[in-house]
């Protein structure tokens, strides 16, 4: 009977949790399991620094809401502020986008175990970095072939480590923007153009910033991929 009550209870909480009428269009509630005490700062660059959009101190619930209203679904980070322990684990990309999102993690592992909810763009980034780390981890390989053979002396080609170091990059820059086109519904398309492979030819970016849907190029990294492709095409001229 005590349990029964004790999930009654519980229930009702995170119902009445749930139903709190949210005053900003975008709502990012979420737990990091272990944490009694520290401050999680949600930042975004701005003219090129990083600026705080809002800070959640955390005392005695791991639990957390914030709410904050974005023009547009943008790349945000979210720090932890552990207090008096320090940790490079304390860095998680949060791809924003209105509505209710959710973040479950721990205190242990933060980023590795954090899940994420309630972004479809973040869905999508986190499909693209998958694949994307499969070509970061052949250029490590070749890069450990590279230095056994120098710390063994045995034969190593140059000429050959490069041809294979190209065609893995050839590789990541086709995925990504066949990625972008796939998804040109979404505000990521433009976002991965800027952030990852902005020193692609122009035709490229130029392929990925006609494909956008209107509300896409509407968008903040939208009118900034179509601005970034007119100046290149200026400086091509």
Not at 157 to 172: D, G, N, Q, V
Not at 199 to 228: C, F, H, R, W
């Amino acid at each position: 009977m005590k349990h029964f009550i004790q999930a009654v209870c519980m229930a009702v909480l995170l119902t009445s949790c749930a139903e709190e009428k949210a005053t900003k269009n975008l709502v990012i509630t979420g737990n990091i399991a272990g944490l009694k005490k520290g401050t999680l700062y949600l930042n975004k660059i701005q003219d090129s620094s990083l600026v705080v959009v809002d800070s959640i101190v955390v005392n005695g619930s791991s639990a957390f809401r914030s709410e904050i209203d974005i023009e547009s679904p943008e790349m945000f980070y979210m720090f932890l502020d552990r207090g008096a322990t320090t940790s490079i684990d304390n860095s998680l990309m949060l791809f924003v986008e209105p509505g209710v999102m959710n973040i479950e993690t721990t205190l242990d592992q933060y980023y590795a175990n954090a899940k994420v909810t309630g972004s479809k763009n973040h869905d999508l980034y986190e499909e693209y970095k998958k694949v994307n780390s499969r070509f970061n981890n052949q250029q490590l390989d070749l890069m450990e072939e590279k230095l056994t053979a120098m710390q063994k002396g045995t034969a190593f080609s140059e000429t050959e480590f490069e041809k294979k170091s190209k065609e893995i990059t050839k590789r990541r820059y086709l995925y990504a923007i066949n990625f972008a086109v796939t998804n040109k519904d979404a505000e990521i398309a433009p976002y991965i153009a800027l952030a990852e492979i902005s020193d692609a030819q122009v035709k490229y970016l130029d392929t990925i910033n006609k494909v956008m849907t209107p509300k896409v190029a509407k968008s903040k990294y939208g009118k900034m991929l179509t601005e970034y492709v007119g100046e290149l095409k200026k400086l091509e001229k």
